[in-house]
T-cell receptor, first 115, second 115 residues
């Protein structure tokens, strides 16, 4: 089974600053998808950004961008101009590509934004 | 659209009791899945379905049963609850199966406590 590792249980950032959350994964597949999800205290899981493994270009969504290093099996999330509303638990997730039916999540990083 | 709905939001069971967690989606999604979220463990896939009448096991299926008689509904059954099943349960759905960049939509979660 694939594994997803988030080595930073907690991170903090000053409002308006930039923070990077780390994620590594282990797989023997060449075709897969990677995701970052945000979970605020409301418990709702919200998709932040996705990356297809076959794409070399890093995905970006407004203030959120990823650094996808396929050879290193690394998928970090950069949040620019951090806002108070970014405070949440962030989960990295891997989805198998061939069937697309199995998802694996990391253990999460709790992000605190300091005013 | 109501999206993905889950009932109940909270439930307390005694060891050995049975119950069904309900999940419904109104987006005509083929793929539906159940996860459990435990502290420090991230989300783990319990069971999933790629269409009515088709279900399969995920990473942690023991102690849980599922069925999919309609596209809209995907209930999760605990036949004999155990304290180890104390967790937050999420249902999710997405359009399409197999390859495809369709995102998963998550329900609000059910917090289950087994005493």
């Amino acid at each position: 089974a694939q594994t997803v590792t988030q080595s930073q249980p907690e991170m903090s950032v000053q409002e308006a600053e930039t923070v990077t959350l780390s994620c590594t994964y282990d797989t023997s597949e060449s075709d897969y998808y990677l995701f970052w999800y945000k979970q605020p205290p409301s418990r709702q899981m919200i998709l932040v950004i996705r990356q297809e493994a076959y794409k070399q270009q890093n995905a970006t969504e407004n203030r959120f961008s990823v650094n996808f290093q396929k050879a290193a099996k690394s998928f970090s999330l950069k949040i620019s101009d951090s806002q108070l509303g970014d405070a949440a638990m962030y989960f990295c997730a891997y989805r198998t590509g061939v069937t697309g039916n199995q998802f694996y999540f990391g253990t999460g990083t709790s992000l605190t934004v300091i005013p | 659209n109501a999206g993905v709905t889950q009932t109940p939001k909270f439930q307390v069971l005694k060891t050995g009791q049975s119950m069904t967690l309900q999940c419904a989606q109104d987006m005509n999604h083929e793929y539906m899945s159940w996860y459990r979220q435990d502290p420090g463990m991230g989300l783990r896939l319990i069971h999933y379905s790629v269409g009515a009448g088709i279900t399969d096991q995920g990473e942690v299926p023991n102690g849980y049963n599922v069925s999919r008689s309609t596209t809209e509904d995907f209930p999760l059954r605990l036949l004999s609850a155990a304290p180890s099943q104390t967790s937050v349960y999420f249902c999710a759905s997405r359009h399409g199966t197999g390859r495809g960049r369709y995102e998963q939509y998550f329900g609000p979660g059910t917090r289950l406590t087994v005493t």
